[in-house]
T-cell receptor, first 111, second 116 residues
Framework: GESVGLHLPTLSVQEGDNSIINCAYS??????FIWYKQESGKGPQFIID?????DKRQGQRVTVLLNKTVKHLSLQIAATQPGDSAVYFC??????????FGTGTSLTVIP | GAGVSQSPSNKVTEKGKDVELRCDPI?????LYWYRQSLGQGLEFLIY????????KSGLPSDRFSAERTGGSVSTLTIQRTQQEDSAVYLC??????????????FGNGTRLTVT
C-alpha cells in the first residue's frame, strides 16, 4: 500500500481556484481506487472511485485521474469552496478485500 | 438510508480497564471492517469480516484486541486491559462485499477512545 511518511502533506488554495491532490500507490496489481474526504471529528466520506480499466472519471466538481504507468492517482476539485477544507485520502484495493490507505493530504481553502 | 453507526462516539477509560466498541453496518452489507486512526495518521487495518467466512484478524496489534460479528450484522470490538497507546479513533466501515466486488467502504464517524 501507499506510504507517504509520517507528516501530513498540506495544500492551501484560494477559494474559487482548482485543487489537485496527488497520491502514489505501490501495488501494480491494484485494480480499484477510491478518494475519501475526512472532516474533523467525522469518518472518511466517499467522494469518487475509479477502476483500473479507466483513466479518468468525473463527478460533481471532482475528477479522478489514474496513471497506471507511473502508479499515480490524482483528485481534482474545481472551483474549490471553504467546505472542501478537509483531509483527503486515497485508497487502493487489489482484487480482494483489503484496502490500503495513504496518510492523507490536508486541504485548506482560503476565503 | 441509514449509514454506518458507531457507539459510543467518545469513550474515556482508565488504564487496565476493558472497553467494548459497537458498530452497526449498513443493512445488506456483508463486509465489515475495523480500522484505527491515530492523530494525524492514516488508517490502520485491524480486522475484516465477510459473510460467514472466518475473519481476517491479521491487523490486530495484540491479543488484547478481539472482535466479533453476530448474525452477520452488528460487530463489537473489544480491547482488554487497555493501555495508553490504545488511545485513538476506532473506525468501522461496511461494504456490499464479495471478493472482486469493486464497491467502496462506507465509514461511521468512529469512537474516540482515550485511555488515562
Amino acid at each position: 500500500g501507499e506510504s507517504v511518511g509520517l507528516h501530513l502533506p498540506t495544500l492551501s488554495v484560494q477559494e474559487g481556484d482548482n485543487s489537485i491532490i496527488n497520491c502514489a500507490y505501490s501495488n501494480s496489481a491494484s485494480d480499484y481506487f477510491i478518494w475519501y474526504k475526512q472532516e474533523s471529528g467525522k469518518g472518511p466520506q466517499f467522494i469518487i472511485d475509479i477502476r483500473s480499466n479507466m483513466d479518468k472519471r468525473q463527478g460533481q466538481r471532482v475528477t479522478v485521474l489514474l496513471n497506471k504507468t507511473v502508479k499515480h492517482l490524482s483528485l481534482q476539485i474545481a472551483a474549490t469552496q471553504p467546505g472542501d477544507s478537509a483531509v483527503y485520502f486515497c485508497a487502493e484495493n487489489t482484487r480482494g478485500n483489503q484496502f490500503y490507505f495513504g496518510t492523507g493530504t490536508s486541504l485548506t481553502v482560503i476565503p | 438510508g441509514a449509514g454506518v453507526s458507531q457507539s459510543p462516539s467518545n469513550k474515556v477509560t482508565e488504564k487496565g480497564k476493558d472497553v467494548e466498541l459497537r458498530c452497526d453496518p449498513i443493512s445488506g452489507h456483508t463486509a465489515l471492517y475495523w480500522y484505527r486512526q491515530s492523530l494525524g495518521q492514516g488508517l490502520e487495518f485491524l480486522i475484516y469480516f465477510q459473510g460467514n467466512s472466518a475473519p481476517d484478524k491479521s491487523g490486530l496489534p495484540s491479543d488484547r484486541f478481539s472482535a466479533e460479528r453476530t448474525g452477520g450484522s452488528v460487530s463489537t470490538l473489544t480491547i482488554q486491559r487497555t493501555q495508553q497507546e490504545d488511545s485513538a479513533v476506532y473506525l468501522c466501515a461496511s461494504r456490499r462485499g464479495g471478493v472482486g466486488n469493486n464497491s467502496p467502504l462506507h465509514f461511521g464517524n468512529g469512537t474516540r477512545l482515550t485511555v488515562t
